[in-house]
């Protein structure tokens, strides 16, 4: 059985159907991109999974239970998080605080519960040991002291990648992950990522640069129009005429 199986999925805006009875699946362990021309649905399909938007219609199971439908925080709760293109980092706090508000997340406290943190705190030495850690997975504890506004955006976005790794989840959704990157961000976002699935996380993820594609993605789902037009290896979905007129323009 898939880890994921998304089915029949619809998304209308009015008159635009921005996701047009989408089907997939995303086996465990191991990346799964979304990709297709702009428009096409990719993070519109992210908002329906994890119910920051509902559903016209089509469900999403995951390990067999219902995601849609159920409110944003459960499926947090179920394992299943995601990150965003703007990152949505609080950029005035620390890195180690960024990390910390996700996990105090976890227990459904809210951004400022989360920050008024005294030391002695039952919990408190658990969590900053869990937060120390997943700077650790991402290779930036030697930040953990500095203001996230003041920090590279590749290194951002890596903060953004240990605030899902604290968040335990299973199921990782990576929004452009290596958008805004440099070579030296790419082979940081390798190594992280290669990190994650040895630690037999499971990653989705919309990304537009084909190269990075082409490097982690075992399996390619292609959109077009908010419809799944082909799903399969990278090298399939190139040696499709007719998809790669449609993205790749050649
Ligand atoms: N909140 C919204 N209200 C109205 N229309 C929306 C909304 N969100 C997305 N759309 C429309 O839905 C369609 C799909 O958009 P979406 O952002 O999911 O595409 P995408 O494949 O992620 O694009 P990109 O690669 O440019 O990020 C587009 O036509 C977009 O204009």
């Known amino acids: 059985m898939p880890m994921l199986e998304v089915k029949g999925l619809v998304k209308r805006f009015g008159g635009n159907v921005a996701v047009d009875h989408a089907c997939f699946t995303v086996e465990e362990k191991g990346v799964t991109c979304l990709i297709g021309p702009n428009g096409s ?79 002695g705190a039952a919990g408190a030495k658990a969590d900053a040991g869990q937060a120390m850690e997943a700077l650790r997975v991402v290779g930036l504890e030697a930040q953990a002291g500095q203001q996230v506004r003041s920090l590279p955006y590749g290194e951002q976005k890596l903060v953004s990648l240990a605030r899902l790794y604290a968040a335990k989840a299973d199921l990782l959704l990576l929004d452009e992950p290596a958008s805004g990157m440099d070579r030296e961000g790419y082979r940081l976002l390798d190594g992280v990522i290669a990190r994650l699935l040895d630690m037999g996380k499971t990653i989705l993820l919309v990304e537009h640069n084909m190269e990075f594609v082409q490097a982690v993605a075992r399996k390619v789902v292609f959109l077009h129009r908010g419809q799944v037009l082909a799903q399969g290896t990278m090298e399939e979905i190139r040696s499709d005429k007719q998809l790669t007129e449609i993205y790749f323009g050649y």
């Open 41 to 119: 649905g990719k993070t519109t399909i992210f908002n329906l999974l994890t119910n920051m938007l509902p559903a016209d219609e089509g469900s999403a199971l995951y390990r067999g239970g219902e995601l849609i439908g159920k409110s944003a925080s459960a499926v947090v709760k179920r394992g299943v998080v995601r990150t965003f293109q703007d990152l949505k980092l609080f950029g005035e706090f620390t890195v180690l605080q960024n990390v910390l508000i996700a996990i105090r997340g976890r227990y459904g406290e809210s951004v400022w519960q989360g920050l008024r943190y005294s030391p």
